[in-house]
């Protein structure tokens, strides 16, 4: 039977082309926008984790308790330890350290003198390390607009609206006065070997980046750091799994001494109100894709309306030979079924294409980046997810499934008597 | 940079804060009895504590910080409510630092920069060397009695020491504090205890004198604890360890040159 429908719709290809490229153009939108707006989901995740939070961040408990303020003087001590104990447990993560600071930045005029003065958020990390991808993460190469990077010791970058503000040039040299990790004075005159333009006001008007070396011999802050940052190696951001890290890590330290230098482990989205936005993100993916969804039920049901409307008089004929309704009803819902099993195949299979694609290539909008006002990334990546295999076959099956079960209920309210005299004209 | 809160404090107890570039207070050993005097008039005793003339002081600060604590060992010569010059001792890693105030101007020369760095905008309102004041709390000159109105609030015994307790009330728009209340030596009008409120009402800082010392033929608070109650730790503690009054100066030290030297 399924053979004989099969055939039939092979052989009537105008009863069945039109209906399965609706299902298979349908069914690949709807695949596409679920790995697109994965795709946005984690480049929010991505961006966030590479710029200020990483996936996982360990951090002493007083630290953690206030990161906004920057407390230094709650940093963690015995760095280079916990980095090994760290890539011991969890082999599949990449650790670094990172030093947040707040501080001054004063440019000396030519007696020495103070010219002018700004306030700083400096990042230190490990940007002279030959092979770090801190260099990536921080976005510096493609932030870089005048001057270059920082290629030794005593060299920083600074954030645009600063260095205009400081009157300040690559080249030019400035005194950052800070604070210790104890509390004490900390100065250092460093050469300015770029401007950085992140398109972020606030960090533009107050960004400095250093070298972590350089950032502990001025704080004071010799095998320390504020945090250390964690990222999977084996692939992307996976919620559960970065959860059962930290709860791993937690656990541990949990049973050793507490106090405020204890170090704890916390997730992305225990991190700058990230969870609330994730979630906030995720309600909105939701309804979009739920919208969409329907929109290409409705439509795709009323391909199945239109084709059993089309096949009116075919099904008259059936009838009259004497096919039961039942029968009829049933070949139909099956042909239903394997137009859209065949449809949503080719959908997802065109769709999951297409979106690996540009989850390896993505789409270059750096063109478009120019003159924006936020920091965004220059290339945006789609996703895909195993929700996106199966997708699909909520529009593509069972809406036209259920367009061609309510559309075939006609079919039983045709009186047989009536069916020559209908056929007859 | 650590949060510090930009305040001020008078002269005459950033007196006792000993890195302090303003004059420290003392006063004659036979105080007045004030059990007849008006708030206001206290008040204005007080401020008259603030005695001119050059002096030239050792002193330690210790900051009980959320780390342990730090202790800074420093000189200071003063002359006068404008002039003073700092220079730091001890630890190795502030030695050699130095300050110099002139006025409502301050500047500060590190040895690791070998530079002279204005202390001002922002920067006034940061902590100094990471205790309870900041360089704004050293900087303030006026005396309580020109921005605050005084009245009674009470009486309690300090250190032995009956004190009257006076609430200040700011009466001009750019006071630090807007509400102050100070436990007054009531025979040596010396601050023994203060609160500073902010306009909410909200407590910001505490002073508490833990020594009183006669040098010199004055009365000295010699130890003191300054807490900033917005921010962890248990406060700064100041030391005076020798005082010298009317010291001659040497020459040419209120001077930016003599910061490099």
Same mark, same amino acid.
């Given at each position: 039977m399924i053979r004989f429908l099969f055939k039939g719709l092979l052989r009537d290809r105008s009863r069945t082309l039109l209906p399965f490229l609706t299902v298979a153009i349908g069914v690949l939108l709807t695949v596409f926008l679920e790995c697109y707006i994965t795709g946005a989901e984690h480049q929010i995740i991505d961006f966030n984790a590479d710029l200020l939070t990483g996936q996982v961040k360990v951090m002493t408990k007083g630290y953690a308790a206030e990161p906004d303020s920057l407390p230094n003087d709650l940093s963690l001590d015995g760095v280079g330890t916990l980095l090994s104990e760290l890539g011991t447990d969890f082999p599949n993560m990449a650790w670094t350290p990172r030093i947040r600071f707040g501080g001054l930045l004063d440019v000396p005029d030519e007696a020495g003198e103070t010219k002018a003065q700004g306030t700083v958020l400096g990042t230190a990390a490990d940007?002279?390390?030959? @092979?770090?991808?801190e260099i990536r993460r921080l976005g510096l190469e493609n932030t870089v607009v005048r001057g270059r990077l920082p290629e030794k010791r005593g060299e920083i970058l600074i954030g645009e609206i600063l260095a205009d503000r400081l009157k300040l040039q690559p080249g030019g040299t400035a005194t950052l006065i800070g604070s210790t990790m104890n509390g004490a004075m900390a100065t250092a005159n460093y050469t300015v070997s770029g401007i950085v333009r992140y398109g972020v006001r606030a960090l533009d008007r107050t960004g400095l980046v250093m070298d972590l070396a350089d950032a502990q011999a001025v704080l004071d802050m010799e095998d320390a750091a504020g945090e250390i940052l964690g990222w999977r190696?084996? @692939?992307?951001?996976?919620r559960k799994l970065i959860e059962a890290v930290a709860a791993r890590f937690n656990g541990r330290t949990e049973a050793g001494s507490g106090g405020d230098l204890a170090p704890v482990m916390k997730t992305l989205r225990d991190q700058s109100d990230l969870a609330a936005l994730l979630d906030q993100f995720s309600t909105v993916r939701g309804a979009i894709l739920t919208i969409f969804i329907l929109a290409m039920s409705l439509v795709l049901w009323n391909a199945g309306l239109l084709g059993s409307l089309r096949r009116y008089g075919e099904i008259g004929v059936r009838l009259a030979m004497g096919e039961p309704k039942g029968g009829v009803y049933r070949a139909m819902l099956g042909e239903a079924v394997m137009v859209g099993v065949l449809g949503t195949v080719a959908g997802t299979a065109l769709g999951l294409a297409l979106s690996y694609y540009l989850q390896a290539h993505g789409i270059n909008i750096s063109g478009l980046m120019k003159n924006a006002a936020v920091m965004l990334p220059s290339h945006l990546y789609t996703r895909v997810t195993p929700v996106a295999y199966v997708i699909g076959f909520i529009p593509g099956l069972l809406s036209t499934l259920i367009g061609t079960a309510i559309a075939g209920r006609g079919i039983y309210k045709r009186s047989t008597a009536s069916l020559f005299k209908e056929l007859e004209t | 940079m650590k949060r510090a809160h930009p305040r001020k404090i008078p002269p005459a107890v950033a007196g006792i *804060?000993? *890195? =302090?570039?303003?004059a420290p207070f003392s006063v004659p050993a036979a105080g007045a009895e004030q059990a007849d005097l008006t708030p206001e008039a206290v008040l204005r005793n007080v401020d008259e504590n603030a005695v001119p003339g050059s002096k030239i002081m050792v002193s330690a600060m210790t900051i009980h910080g959320r780390r342990g604590d730090r202790t800074i060992k420093s000189r200071s010569w003063i002359e006068g409510e404008d002039k003073a010059f700092t220079e730091y001792l001890e630890p190795p890693r502030e030695k050699g630092i130095k300050m110099l105030k002139l006025g409502d101007q301050l500047w500060t020369y590190t040895p690791a920069t070998d530079r002279i760095i204005g202390i001002s905008g922002n920067l006034l309102r940061q902590a100094v060397m990471g205790s309870d004041l900041s360089y704004e709390d050293m900087m303030e000159n006026r005396k309580w009695s020109e921005i605050y109105e005084a009245a009674d609030d009470g009486g309690e015994t300090i250190l032995d020491r009956p004190c009257r307790i006076l609430k200040l009330t700011a009466r001009v728009a750019d006071a630090a504090y807007h509400v102050r209340r100070v436990w007054v030596d009531?025979?040596?009008?010396? =601050?023994?205890r203060e609160e500073r409120y902010g306009k909410s009402g909200r407590l910001l800082k505490t002073l508490e004198v833990g020594d009183v010392r006669r040098i010199g033929g004055r009365w000295i608070q010699t130890r003191a604890l300054v807490r900033d109650v917005l921010k962890e730790g248990n406060g700064t503690e100041f030391v005076i360890e020798s005082i010298d009054f009317d010291a001659p100066m040497p020459e040419a030290l209120f001077s930016k040159a003599s910061l490099r030297k």
């Open positions: 940007i002279l390390m030959p @092979g770090s991808a190696t084996n @692939g992307p951001y996976e | *804060i000993l *890195i =302090v570039l303003s009531r025979e040596r009008f010396l =601050v023994m």
